[in-house]
């Protein structure tokens, strides 16, 4: 037997004749075990995907149909013989079929052997020629089909390409000018798929044909975009010009700072570069934001809102590199949530405001700004969990988790966000989230001295990261590291002073180059400052030590180190309450040291109050990079202080 979803869902036995599958009901929880592609899928799912309001008996309906459709699947199985194919697993159900019985399993299989296997373009031509319409196209008004429909398209779309590339690069292709034609005009803003129609052109002897699709495809671009057409576009006009036969074109490579590719095409670009790192994590925010730009420019908000939210980028820190940038795409995924209105779609509300709260860095913001964000992520969140989506449910969790920083104290709530991160991604194969959940338990797990758990996060996420090719993952455990390094020059037995800042310096090098400065600026210094504060040591002073976003916090120990009492005392006076970030229990502590070397007992009355929810916790350890002890000390001196008298 075999089953059917790319157009309408069908079954069929192995001599050819139909399965009576019974009635759309039937249909879409078939349908919906098959997404889930072998994974058990609960009752109380199977409830929510098939009703909005669920009747009072819902339960009994979806264990009625799902005993028809064992009735219909295997008609021939005797009484009292488990079911082979629909099976029950714990709380729910799973489909048990091989996966080249299934088109849609197939169909993924093939195309992605034929990513690394060109051999494979043969099978990749069949499987695509058997799509007969939309992805589960008589499953209506159902988010999960919705979604799946909507990836499944884009897949198949890549496939077209893929098919064509590989035929091109083979010198083969020339029958393909209809059937790219057609492709380029129902997909406009593909922009590799017009270089491969000029290629099939001109594969078919029609040089000139080619280069005027060429020459529709810049005035497209520039036109309703405002882009210009990228390297490979350029490229392939200057061959044809030249009469020269054109090479192949690179599927994604990146070409530094000139690619300019249609707006989905290059925020999925651009998704893939963050990861990288240094250059790649630069360019990767600029044409994140060029893209969006672009597809508002189109008109179309669907577009806008699918480039806004498809930058699913794990993120662990709470400054952002480029304030302004983050500024820009919080306002425009505002501006398409305010346009869409109350019928925007669920899943897509859900990704805008997540990237609202994954965007609006607590590091950077107004309490109005603050409170605007985080009940953004609580939005996302509560909407991500009624569609039972795991990869929209893992970001908007990064929302949350990035707007956890409300008060000092709070390592033990985002361990748990972590742990559920960590869970999704792992049992939904998102081994990018993956990397986030262990680096926010490793965080968490710094943050409450367990430093054991927290070498076994870093040692996980270094696994991960060595997988998935996200080489800032090693630059973030080094500074883990160095943190270890620090506490252990106070025990005996452990490193000195000295090794340990040279730790920190390792891993300063490391992170310059990083492409990360909302994380770089400033902590070299302020880990120095740590590294002293658990040996009673002065702050340092040299002048050449660039302390960022710290400088307000740190100076008036610096000064107080230079025997500037008075100085001292007046920035003092004068800093403000630290922001809600990673740091804000070090930048806590180190007012209360400041206050308590000057006396100040009003200061340190305000410091032991922020410091008292997080008094099991170790001061700057929440970023996993470094310490200044533990927060149980400083509180005490501060109270000590604030009773003197």
Avoid at 27 to 36: C, F, H, P, W, Y
Avoid at 49 to 59: E, I, K, S, Y
Avoid at 154 to 182: C, F, K, T
Avoid at 199 to 209: E, F, T
Wanted: aromatic residues 4%.
């Amino acid at each position: 037997m075999r089953i059917d979803v790319l157009g309408a869902v069908r079954a069929v036995h192995d001599d050819g004749s139909p399965v009576g599958l019974g009635g759309p009901r039937h249909r879409e929880v078939l349908a919906r075990l098959v997404a889930a592609e072998g994974r058990m899928v609960p009752t109380g799912t199977l409830v929510d995907d098939l009703w909005t309001d669920p009747p009072p008996r819902a339960v009994g309906a979806v264990r009625t149909f799902v005993a028809a459709l064992r009735r219909a699947l295997e008609p021939g199985r005797p009484p009292r013989v488990p079911p082979g194919v629909l099976v029950t697993e714990g709380p729910g159900y799973a489909l048990r079929l091989p996966r080249e019985d299934v088109d849609v399993h197939r169909f993924q299989d093939t195309l992605a052997r034929a990513r690394r296997d060109p051999g494979a373009v043969t099978d990749l031509g069949t499987v695509l020629g058997a799509w007969r319409g939309p992805a589960y196209a008589d499953v209506t008004g159902s988010a999960w089909a919705e979604r799946e429909r909507a990836r499944l398209e884009e897949l198949r779309l890549e496939g077209v390409e893929l098919r064509a590339r590989i035929l091109l690069d083979s010198g083969e292709g020339a029958g393909l000018v209809s059937e790219l034609g057609a492709h380029v005009a129902e997909h406009p803003w593909r922009e590799p798929a017009w270089g491969l129609l000029a290629r099939a052109l001109h594969r078919a002897g029609r040089q000139a044909d080619a280069l005027a699709t060429l020459r529709r495809a810049r005035a497209m671009l520039v036109d309703q975009l405002g882009l210009d057409p990228g390297a490979d576009l350029r490229r392939l006009e200057t061959d044809l010009l030249n009469d020269a036969v054109p090479g192949s074109v690179p599927t994604a490579s990146w070409s530094g700072s000139g690619v300019r590719l249609g707006p989905r095409t290059t925020v999925d670009l651009a998704r893939t570069l963050a990861l990288a790192g240094g250059d790649a994590l630069v360019h990767s925010r600029r044409d994140r934001l060029a893209a969006i730009e672009a597809a508002e420019r189109t008109g179309d908000l669907f577009l806008t809102a699918r480039v806004i939210g498809a930058y699913d980028v794990p993120a662990v820190w709470s400054r952002a590199d480029d304030p302004e940038q983050s500024r820009a795409v919080v306002a425009a995924a505002q501006r398409t949530l305010t346009a869409l209105g109350p019928g925007c779609p669920a899943d897509l509300a859900a990704r805008l405001l997540a990237t609202v709260a994954v965007e609006s860095r607590s590091a950077d913001l107004s309490d109005t700004e603050l409170e605007h964000a985080r009940q953004a992520a609580r939005q996302a969140e509560a909407l991500a969990r009624d569609l039972a989506d795991p990869a929209l449910l893992a970001f908007a969790l990064n929302g949350v988790f990035l707007q956890s920083f409300a008060r000092p104290g709070g390592a033990a709530q985002r361990d748990g966000i972590g742990a559920e991160i960590l869970d999704l991604a792992t049992r939904h194969e998102l081994p990018n989230f993956a990397v986030l959940g262990r680096l926010v338990r490793l965080q968490s797990a710094s943050a409450l001295g367990d430093l054991d758990a927290a070498s076994v996060h870093a040692e996980a996420a270094e696994r991960l990261a060595a997988r998935t090719e996200a080489p800032l993952v090693s630059v973030l455990t080094r500074w883990f590291r160095a943190r270890v390094a620090a506490t252990g020059s106070t025990e005996p037995g452990g490193p000195s002073a000295a090794t340990a800042a040279a730790h920190y310096r390792a891993a300063e090098d490391a992170l310059r180059s990083a492409g990360m400065p909302g994380l770089h600026r400033g902590l070299f210094p302020l880990a120095l400052l740590g590294l002293r504060l658990l040996h009673d040591r002065p702050a340092p002073t040299d002048p050449r030590l660039d302390w960022g976003p710290y400088r307000p916090w740190a100076r008036p120990l610096v000064l107080l180190a230079q025997g500037r009492d008075e100085q001292a005392r007046a920035a003092l006076d004068t800093v403000p309450e630290p922001p809600r970030d990673h740091m804000q229990e070090a930048l806590w502590c180190l007012i209360a040291r400041a206050a308590v070397h000057l006396g100040e007992r009003g200061v340190a009355a305000r410091a032991a109050a922020a410091l008292r929810d997080a008094r099991a916790e170790h001061a700057g350890a929440a970023s996993g990079m470094l310490t200044l002890g533990p927060v149980a000390r400083y509180l005490a001196e501060a109270e000590a202080c604030a009773e003197a008298g």
